[in-house]
């Protein structure tokens, strides 16, 4: 239908009929009202081809009006008009011919023509004629985007035409590449085809595998013998290479060259139908609950002609054995499916580096998203001992903090800077409250603080349902860290990630200087390993322990920012990552910050390792990963990074 | 040996008189056997809180007697629950297979039969294959002998891994957290063979017996209680002879206990599989009253809550663990059923739905701050027990030793 | 030890209080069995709310056969065990006529003995997997082939999608739905490997890496599709990587089942918009009834408050009970039922819903296009579509018809003639 509609526009094109400039374009629509108005892409096909075969100047305009969903039809009359919102419920409606505004109508007296996005591409594809050297540089990339959305051979010509005279460097680039792959696909010369394929095989695209990928798309044959003029991809050996001897037989049953296999179910029915006074083949109906019993009478029925004989493996074998089997390129041309194969061949080796180099990107951002979660933890319980299980509350009033902020401030990116210090604000006051009131009496007993401060976590925990509602709350980043950075079609990750790799990174140097060089960081040293020397020093154990822990929360707050930024603000937000943080600080190894980020970078690689070797179920990669880790810590209780001497305590 | 025993630990006879009579109330207050003033969800609900006494005792054992903060222990509890499920699930639909391929034309064969019922109970998740660990559930014998070892080869392994390398204290309550989450998800997916998210259902049915809820819910409540009694003395007995001095001396000081020349890991291993076994068999007659199992029973939390039970009870006397599982889950049945009534402020209305959680995290708080010893504690002020009293030194040279507060008993 | 005579005292007064219900005025009481509480909350109390609301209006109009109605609300909190004790406190301690609730297959499968046993009538406002028939329970939402198929019909026929990533939650909702999609997909001449299947654990927030392997799909030069069945908060993490990851709706298309108006509250649409979602109500629908509903809706809980599919399927099915108690004269569980079949009321999309013998309602399927304030915008109804317990596109139900009316049975193998059973395989 496409070929038509071009076919007929060079005609318009050339000889510049009168006729068309008479024909309005209402009256095409007028006769394929019923297709329009019900809006399916089976039935659109040549409404869109008369209106882009009418060559009409205005077609451009309104195809662009219907794709846009601003095309109105009147009830009264069926005519359609492009819309406009007037006042109130009413709409302004122009005609396309004319470009005359028709008046304003409530919208009860119109239909709005919503075409559903399989049309509006169809829209595209027929607009990219009109398109491809529009001034407006918005509308050749559009027509770009349609020709690469659904590539055909009719858009080689316009679009080769269109490059000479393309004023926009970039999009020149992009025509090229379009045109080498459409070559690929629709060139009618197979040389030209192997010359593109060997033009653009250094690059690992997706819409270049996109391309070449189809040549290779092989169909499964039986025969006598090998055809000579077939463009075989392989010749298959029943029983091996993938092709069992079962299988071969239904090959060959699906082309009605052998009887069908018999199944227990069709032996079952067999026998049900042919039951005469309780028997089947002199075989009791009531003996027939065996296979055996069942193959029996089966036999007898068969022996007597009234069902087909079983098929036995032997007789299987037989037929297998009389055919060939093989599988044949769709594509005729011997040398392109060898090029385009070769080329495959070493798309597929970049490929294989670039999405480990992705995994790795990937494993990268989920070990620094675990490591800011057990950032603070690693402070409270690595350096300081103490448990804190409501530590993942810290994270979840974070975030809802950042939502709080959110609400108030509505640029996103001051909002944002407004947040982090807040979260950490009122997380470091949440925890110095905690470690004041209850932590502080149970320093003895580890056990004791676990429990108490998942008394805490459970109450904190409701009150924030109670507080904000059981509703993900949404916490928006800001606009400039939408999307990703893209090095190529594998290797992609999103700007939001690669924030929450460098504020990780950010805090690890944080901790770092205030452990090494700063007062507050010696003193806490000093108490983590000897609180009684360290208070016959003159230092107060309890104003330390104090600061301390409320930093690690403060640092929780923060991480629940950037957590509330990526994924979602929930009040079990913080529960869902309490076990993964504490996972990170025991394997990693207690008290060091360096054993944290050796813990969540180990986790974090881990699981997706063991995602990428079972991608459709990511629920085992959990499983897995925590078996893992429970058997690790058989071998390394003390974590990768484990202290020695007396530092390492018990 | 025996009269000794009762005659050192009086409580005990106390304890199990207070359970009979108590049962016996109930089967006379019940619909099914008695004059209908218990409702027979509530027989079910004192059933079930029954089993989680058991499973509280357990836990007793094993904290509050040796010291071994264990968070997986609910993992057990829903295994035994798992074991015996299938067993149910099983034999319920074989029933209705074989009933409704009774009227086909030609008799079924076993193998026709066993993807009937394969169908039926994986029909809902989408597939009909039997997964092997099916393999022994059409046989109650082998598959209740499956409720107790299942769960204690587990806790064997486990434990025999955790211990030897001498993980302790907070991290073995983390990495028994980490075998509860691992179960769990394993169990989530549907790859399992146990039905995934769904988990088993339909437990209350018994396959052929015709009685009402009303009768079986008593039944489960004798079973309940006989198993809480039973429990009850097993651990009773245990703790009180030698066994119970050298497991309480390696929760007061694991090293001296070692170097005495008493092998630390087998006591714990012991004490360790033993609990997982009382807890699943608490978990095998919990669920049929329940009637339903699923993964997220087993999720970490719920191992959490056990511990809140006992701390909340009190630890280190088995009536302890026993009233707080009692007390704390009765409770919370009763803030979250919506009975409680609500508080009006005038500003604010105060739901217990919304504000129970809060209350329970908030109250756990306060026990765990200022009273250690639990509601069991109160038994203390009227049987008139001193403590040692040390002037608040330390019962060992270690940081971590205990203090004089929590030595009692 | 004064806890068991605590617990003692406790259920006699249980037992009082139960008593003590019972001797209250006379009403017609309808149970509300939606968790408060717990991790199902943020979708259930919604569902309660819409029920006491359409409670009011009813008691408004005069009650139901003269006596007022009473709601009686429980907390089956999340849990799955609850909800069959709450569902048994309600038919046999407060002695509900009707019950209104669940949401997640597991609840529902959990309440179903209860309801068989004690032969209760239980109203299902969710789209679930099929594949089950309870004489005892109506199914208001939409079974697979009210929601899943038209959907994938759509992706086929419309947007000429070859290729499937279907992506779901680990659980039984998306198990099933897929499993029908993989047959109903092969059945139209879908390969194997053109079909990529992934399951995710509840809540998970870590999407990278399934979204690249998504847009790897489309290596091979076929036009991918994602449909996705993902449940309740990871949708939140998934839009976002997605819409990080620059994925237009006009290359790869994602049609959800799981995410309605109030999920989309939770987050910033304007990355999203296009993307699609398949219902039986969406609350952009133009009719008159709709903007009423939606009215009342916020006047009574907030301006900021949406509405979405569950609610309409409660507020069919209500109305449906009242007009089939009226119908029978009675409240009495097998006379509504009976007066239930053939029941119609109108949609709140426009057209009538039809109560079907198979307890299914016969409802046309809505295609909404997410739009840039978290709306959606129709582009897409159907035909009615009568829902089918049973699907036709996995051999094993094939065979099998729902058909309480006539054949009394709601697992009838048509090729055998016979009825596989009368209660459910839960």
């Not at chain 3, 209760?120 to 089950?132: D, H, I, K, S």
């Not at chain 3, 659980?171 to 879908?190: A, C, F, H, M, W």
Request: negative net charge.
């Amino acid at each position: 239908m496409f070929r038509l509609f071009l076919a007929s526009l060079a005609l318009v094109g050339t000889c510049l009929t009168a006729s068309a400039q008479e024909a309005a374009l209402q009256t095409i629509l007028q006769e394929h009202r019923a297709t329009i108005a019900e809006s399916s892409r089976k039935t659109i096909g040549p409404a869109i081809d008369a209106i882009a075969a009418s060559g009409l100047p205005q077609a451009q305009r309104m195809l662009e009006t219907w794709a846009a969903k601003d095309m109105w039809m009147r009830k009264s009359d069926g005519l359609f008009f492009a819309g406009r919102k007037g006042e109130g419920r009413t709409y302004v409606l122009t005609d396309f011919d004319t470009g005359a505004t028709v008046g304003s109508f409530a919208s009860s007296e119109l239909a709005q023509l919503k075409p559903n996005s399989g049309i509006r591409a169809m829209i595209g594809t027929a607009l990219v004629r009109f398109q491809l050297s529009d001034p407006d540089r918005g509308k050749r990339l559009s027509a770009l985007d349609s020709i690469q959305r659904a590539p055909e051979a009719v858009l080689l010509p316009p679009l080769r035409a269109s490059i000479e005279a393309e004023p926009d460097v970039e999009i020149k680039m992009r025509k090229q590449r379009l045109e080498r792959l459409l070559t690929i696909g629709y060139d009618t010369d197979h040389r030209a085809r192997v010359q593109a394929i060997d033009d653009m095989s250094d690059g690992l695209g997706l819409d270049l595998r996109a391309a070449l990928n189809p040549l290779l798309v092989t169909s499964r044959h039986v025969a006598p013998a090998l055809p000579d003029e077939a463009n075989i991809a392989a010749v298959l050996e029943p029983g091996r290479e993938g092709l069992s001897v079962v299988d071969a037989y239904d090959l060959l049953v699906a082309r009605d060259l052998a009887p069908p296999r018999v199944s227990q179910d069709d032996i079952r029915n067999a026998l049900a139908a042919h039951i005469v006074g309780g028997r089947v083949g002199d075989v009791p109906v009531a003996q027939l609950d065996t296979d055996a019993a069942r193959a029996q009478a089966y036999a007898a029925l068969a022996r007597a002609g009234a069902v087909p004989a079983l098929v036995t493996q032997a007789d299987m074998a037989a037929a297998v054995a009389g055919h060939v089997f093989f599988d044949a390129y769709v594509e005729p041309s011997r040398a392109v499916t060898e090029a385009a194969q070769q080329a495959l061949d070493r798309i597929d080796l970049k490929v294989g580096m670039n999405q480990t180099l992705d995994l790795a990107l990937d494993a990268v951002s989920l070990a620094s998203i675990y490591f800011l979660a057990a950032i603070g933890l690693a402070i409270t319980f690595g350096v300081m001992g103490v448990i804190n299980m409501a530590h993942g509350e810290f994270i979840m009033m974070g975030a809802y903090t950042g939502y709080v902020v959110q609400q108030v401030i509505p640029d996103h990116t001051l909002s944002i800077i407004v947040a982090i210090p807040m979260a950490f604000a009122v997380t470091f006051a949440a925890g110095v409250a905690m470690e004041r009131l209850v932590i502080r009496w149970l320093y003895a007993r580890p056990l004791e603080t676990l429990l108490a401060t998942f008394g805490i976590s459970i109450a904190l925990q409701q009150l924030a349902k109670n507080i904000f509602g059981t509703q993900a709350r949404p916490l928006t980043a800001p606009g400039w860290l939408d999307g990703a950075w893209v090095l190529n079609d594998v290797v992609s990750i999103s700007y939001i990630r690669i924030a929450i790799f460098v504020l990780a990174l950010i805090f690890l140097a944080l901790f770092l200087y205030i452990a090494k060089r700063t007062r507050l960081g010696l003193e806490m040293r000093a108490v983590t390993q000897n609180p009684r020397m360290a208070g016959s020093m003159g230092i107060n154990p309890g104003r330390v322990n104090m600061l301390t822990f409320g930093l690690g929360s403060g640092i929780a707050g923060i991480a629940g920012v950037a957590i509330g930024l990526f994924a979602k603000v929930t009040s079990d937000l913080g529960s869902d990552y309490i076990v993964q943080s504490f996972m990170t600080v025991v394997v990693g190894g207690v008290g060091n910050i360096w054993g944290a980020l050796a813990g969540a970078g180990m986790i974090g690689f881990l699981q997706k390792g063991i995602e990428w070797m079972n991608p459709s179920n990511t629920l085992a990669a959990q499983t897995y990963m925590i078996v893992f880790i429970i058997i690790f810590i058989q071998f390394r209780p003390r974590g990768i990074i484990a202290l020695k001497g007396r530092a390492a305590g018990d | 040996m025996d009269r000794s025993f009762v005659a050192r630990n009086p409580s005990v006879l106390v304890f199990l008189a207070l359970l009979s009579l108590f049962t016996l109330v109930v089967t006379v207050l019940s619909e099914g056997f008695g004059i209908g003033v218990i409702s027979t969800s509530f027989v079910k609900t004192l059933g079930k809180t029954l089993c989680l006494c058991l499973i509280a005792v357990a836990m007793d054992l094993v904290w509050g007697f040796t010291g071994i903060l264990s968070l997986g222990h609910f993992a057990f509890f829903g295994l035994g629950g798992y074991m015996i499920g299938m067993w149910l699930m099983y034999e319920r639909t074989r029933l209705i297979v074989v009933d409704a391929m009774s009227q086909a034309e030609i008799p079924p064969t076993p193998s026709e039969v066993v993807d009937a019922i394969g169908s039926q109970i994986f029909g809902v998740v989408g597939s009909s294959e039997f997964p092997l660990v099916w393999a022994f559930a059409d046989s109650l014998a082998l598959q209740l002998m499956l409720v107790v070892l299942v769960p204690g080869l587990l806790a064997l392994v486990f434990g025999w891994l955790a211990f030897r390398s001498r993980v302790t204290g907070v991290y073995l309550s983390i990495l028994t957290q980490a075998m509860t989450l691992a179960l769990a998800l394993y169990l989530f997916q549907n790859d399992s063979g146990l039905r995934g998210n769904n988990g088993l259902s339909g437990l209350q049915n018994l396959p052929g017996v015709t009685a009402a809820q009303d009768i079986v819910s008593i039944w489960f409540l004798w079973a309940s209680a006989l198993a809480l009694g039973l429990g009850y003395l097993l651990a009773a007995w245990i703790v009180a002879g030698k066994f119970g001095s050298v497991i309480r001396g390696i929760r007061d000081n694991e090293a001296r206990v070692r170097f005495l020349g008493y092998s630390v890991e087998v006591y714990k291993l012991a004490v360790f599989t033993l609990t997982a076994c009382l807890a699943a068999i608490a978990g095998a007659l919990y669920y049929p009253q329940a009637g339903i199992i699923n993964p997220e029973e087993m999720a970490p939390i719920a191992s959490i809550y056990l511990a809140v039970w006992v701390a909340i009870g009190g630890r280190g006397r088995l009536y302890g663990a026993v009233i707080g599982a009692a007390f704390v889950s009765l409770l919370s049945t009763w803030f979250t059923g919506g009975q409680a009534p609500d508080i009006p402020l005038g500003f604010y209305t105060i739901k217990w739905v919304d504000w129970w959680q809060v209350l329970l995290g908030g109250s756990f708080v306060l026990v765990t701050l200022f009273a250690p010893q639990g509601i069991g504690g109160l038994f203390d002020l009227w049987s008139n027990r001193r403590h040692p009293d040390r002037h608040g030194a330390n019962l060992g040279p270690d940081a971590g030793s205990l203090r004089e507060k929590e030595a009692t008993q | 030890m004064t806890s068991f005579k605590s617990t003692l005292a406790g259920s006699v007064v249980f037992a009082a209080m139960a008593t003590a219900t019972l001797a209250v005025e006379d009403t017609i009481k309808v149970g509300v069995l939606h968790s408060l509480s717990g991790t199902m909350a943020i979708s259930e109390t919604t569902l309660k709310d819409t029920m006491l609301m359409l409670i009011d209006q009813q008691n408004a109009k005069g009650g139901l056969l003269g006596k007022q109605l009473e709601a009686v609300v429980v907390d089956p909190a999340s849990d799955w065990p609850l909800f069959a004790e709450k569902a048994r406190e309600l038919l046999t301690v407060h002695e509900v006529d009707v019950i209104f609730g669940n949401w997640t297959s597991v609840s529902r499968k959990s309440v179903l003995p209860v309801i068989e046993e004690l032969n209760g009538l239980l109203f299902y406002p969710v789209q679930y997997e099929g594949e089950e028939s309870s004489k005892n329970v109506f199914y208001t939402g939409a079974a697979p082939n009210q929601q899943a198929i038209p959907a994938t019909d759509y992706f086929l026929d419309e947007l000429g999608v070859e290729k499937f990533a279907l992506l779901g939650t680990d659980y039984v909702y998306p198990r099933t739905t897929n499993n029908i999609l993989e047959s109903y997909l092969k059945q139209k001449g879908i390969a194997d490997e053109d079909i990529f299947v992934n399951y995710t654990p509840f809540g998970h927030s870590d999407w990278s890496k399934i979204v690249a392997d998504v847009v790897a799909l489309g290596a091979d030069g076929k036009k991918v599709g994602v449909i996705s069945t993902i449940n309740g908060d990871a949708n939140i993490g998934f839009y976002k990587e997605l819409a990080a990851a620059g994925v237009s709706a006009d290359d790869i298309p994602v049609v959800a089942f799981s995410v309605g108006e109030e999920e989309l509250s939770g987050l910033d649409t304007t990355n999203l918009v296009g993307h699609l979602a398949a219902w039986n109500y969406f609350q952009s629908a133009d009719t008159e009834a709709n903007a009423e509903f939606v009215e009342t809706w916020k006047a009574t809980m907030g301006e900021d408050r949406v509405t979405n599919d569950p609610m309409e399927a409660h507020y069919i099915g209500f109305n449906m009970w009242v007009n089939a108690a009226t119908q029978a004269g009675s409240t009495e569980v097998d006379a509504v039922r009976a007066a239930m079949y053939g029941q119609e009321f109108p949609n709140l999309t426009g057209g009538t819903a039809v109560m079907l013998p198979n307890h299914h309602l016969a409802k046309p399927v809505l295609i909404g296009e997410i739009q840039a304030d978290g709306q959606f915008d129709i582009i897409s109804e159907t035909d009615v579509v009568p829902g089918d317990a049973w699907t036709d596109y996995l051999p094993e139900s094939a065979v099998l018809k729902s058909d309480w009316k006539d054949l009394g049975c709601g697992m009838y193998n048509t090729q055998t003639q016979t009825c596989v059973q009368t209660l459910s395989n839960y």
